[in-house]
């Protein structure tokens, strides 16, 4: 998939006062995990040959998966629809370990694309689990990441949806309870589920680390300070991505008089622009930049041509690519770190 030049150069360090204007959220767009899900699939095709299965989308992004789809790659919901003996690409929102076995069985040759954050939650799951405590997973339910998490132990895991859930759950033994959560919600959300888990459970345990994943904190760190100063937020970003449609949430709650979630930016309705003078935008962390290129060209045309970046933080993290391609990828530096970005806040 083409990688879109970067926006830096045309970019202003102010708005110009009384024209219409964008604030431009950055960080946007990709993050380190996204980015390694997809070259992993695009390698696969280089080394394999078409076809390459992904269980489920590799990542939440319509786009991404019709590219991926025109260079031979064929997505499934489950690992019974590959031939036996096929490559299969576990999408970066992580399995199961039923799912890893029912591939096994299958005899296909699986490469992991689970973004290592997520493999952190997975590991945290098993080690709580393993020492008797119960697990209170703030998620989604239905959400591949979850079903994935909460299947590395099922028996020990609670799935809790909500502050509201928070308040009606039961556990087996408050003093051994932690709680975990899907690396992709909103902070603030998450952060009064906990509080209201403490409430009723005071010996309640922490994370090791903060499961919320940098890249999603740090986009709705920016979306909240490009919002107070928007009278139209616009996200690109799918429905089925999470994280996306947090960022429509959190522009609404930090002060944006409107706020939408689009795929494309022909989806942009004209009614929305009526008595807007400044249009926020970010992306989702499945986002190829070039749809975020797409979306201001448009908003240029409608007279929205002067773009000021609002930068809350750097992100220069790195994940190298999953094990089963860096072994046939020897010597080529394809094989090395590849993608992605950490937060410097500034």
Known sequence: MPRVPSLRNRLKDTPVDGLKKVLLAAPRGYCAGVDRAVIAVE???ELY????YVRKQIVHN???????????????????????????VFSAH?????????????GLSAIDATCPLVTKVHREAVRFARDDFEILLIGHEGHEEVEGTAGEAPEHTTLVGSPDEADTITVRNPDKVVWLSQTTLSVDE???TVRRLRARFPNLQDPPSDDICYATQNRQVAIKK??????LVIVVGSANSSNSVRLVEVALEYGA????????ASEVKQEWL?????????????????LVEELLRDLAGAGYGDVTQVKTAEEDLLFSLPKELRKDLQGNTDARAIGGRVSRPE
Do not use: C, W
Request: cysteine-free; proline content about 5%; glycine content about 8%.
């Open 226 to 231: 490009v919002a107070r100063d928007s009278d």
């Open 94 to 106: 992580g399995v199961s370990p039923a799912v890893v076995n029912a591939a096994a069985e299958r």
């Open 43 to 45: 390698k696969a095709l």
């Open 274 to 290: 009526d008595g807007v003078n400044t249009v926020g935008v970010t992306s989702g962390a499945s986002v190829p930049e070039e």
């Open 49 to 52: 040959g078409a076809p390459v």
């Open 62 to 88: 319509t786009h991404v998966v019709s590219e991926l789809e025109k260079q031979g790659a064929i997505f499934v919901e489950e690992v019974d629809e590959v031939p036996t003996g096929s490559h299969i």
């Open 190 to 192: 998450t952060m009064e």
């Open 257 to 264: 008089k409107a706020a939408y979630r689009v795929d494309y």
